[in-house]
């Protein structure tokens, strides 16, 4: 199994940015998926997670910003972030089954 997040970059304060997480392999649907976030000099956080059946779990701090879904089909997970802040600056990390990592995808929340 293998992850690939893309989808971040830079974006102004009160900005909007989705994330993708594509996953090999034919598994995908069967296990849960989690997004975290790590920002400099941070411990790797939660940020989101949702099950093989798509019921979801966020962090108290998201507070309705963010959304997390998948596209079984597609094999692909999205984390939908609307008004972004300088907070949220940090690399984003797709994680699943607890186990496999993404590569991570930089958000930097700037003006």
């Known amino acids: 199994v293998q992850l690939v997040e893309s989808g971040g970059g830079l974006v102004q304060p009160g900005g909007s940015l989705r994330l993708s997480c594509a996953v090999t392999?034919?598994?995908?649907?069967?296990?849960?998926l989690g997004w975290y976030r790590q920002a400099p000099g941070e411990q790797r956080e939660l940020v989101a997670d949702?099950?093989?059946?798509?019921?979801?779990n966020y962090a108290d701090w998201v507070k309705g910003r963010f959304t997390i879904s998948r596209d079984n089909a597609k094999n692909t997970a999205y984390l939908q972030m609307n008004n972004l802040k300088p907070e949220d600056t940090a690399i984003y990390y797709c994680?699943?089954?607890?186990?496999?990592w993404g590569q991570g995808t930089q958000v930097t929340v700037s003006s």
């Open positions: 392999g034919p598994i995908f649907k069967l296990y849960p």
């Open positions: 994680n699943f089954n607890y186990i496999v």
């Open positions: 949702i099950t093989n059946d798509g019921r979801t």
